[in-house]
Every structure is written in C-alpha cells, then in structure tokens.
C-alpha cells in the first residue's frame, strides 16, 4: 500500500510561484512512475504533469507546459511540482498520483494511488 500526502498548496497571487510537494510512505517509490493530477469545482479532474521512475522522463498538459516543472528526489521520496508564473485557470486541488506501471501515462485510470489533495487558490 502506497500513501500519499500532498503539501505546499495555498494562496498565490496570479503571476506568483508555489512549489506543490507529495511524500510517498514507501520504500518502493523508485519503482513507481508519478503523475500531478488537479481538478477544479465543477470541472473534472484533469492530467497536470507526470513522470518516469527515474526522473528521465516527463509529460506535460499543454496549458502548464514551460510554466509547471514536475521532479522528483527517490532518495527522499518526494514529488515535486514547481508552479511559476500562475494564472487564475489554475486554482484547484492538485492531487499527486502514483502508477506501478513502467511508462508514464496522462489518463487517470492509470495510477494505483492518490494522495487527499492540496488546495491551490489564485488570486488576480
């Protein structure tokens, strides 16, 4: 069993940065691939970046790309998700996501695990 805890979240001015982390209880959190997932009130839940095993391989949604960057630290088991230049489209409760699957996918149904969420409010 994987458990995810997110943190980080919170109010940012538009234009702001915020750095989301995610903290996997598990020894095996190398071997899992990690995906940052949001969803907003009213809206479906909604791909946000993810990530290989190693750290090697990323993905983006094309609305945060060159703005969001995902990482990860294996030997600390944390994700990270590094939010610059925010926009008010990107309030949400940001949910951080863990896949046993080798290759890093954008569709949910793919992950295994889900963290609570952590609430990202933007003001203008």
């Known amino acids: 069993q994987v458990q995810l805890a997110e943190s980080g979240g919170g109010l940012v001015q538009a234009g702001d940065s915020l750095r989301l982390s995610c903290a996997a209880s598990?020894?095996?959190?190398?071997?899992?691939?990690m995906g940052w997932f949001r969803q907003a009130p009213g809206k479906e839940r909604e791909f946000v970046a993810a990530i290989s095993r190693s750290g090697s391989g990323t993905n983006y949604a094309e609305s945060v790309k060159g703005r969001f960057t995902i990482s990860r630290d294996n030997a600390k088991n944390i994700l990270y998700l590094q939010m610059n230049n925010v926009k008010s489209e990107d309030a949400a409760v940001y949910y951080c996501?863990?896949?046993?699957?080798?290759?890093?996918?954008?569709?949910?149904?793919?992950?295994?695990?889900w963290g609570q969420g952590t609430q990202v409010t933007v003001s203008s």
């Open positions: 598990v020894r095996t959190f190398s071997s899992s691939s």
């Open positions: 996501a863990a896949s046993q699957l080798r290759l890093i996918y954008r569709e949910a149904k793919w992950y295994d695990y």
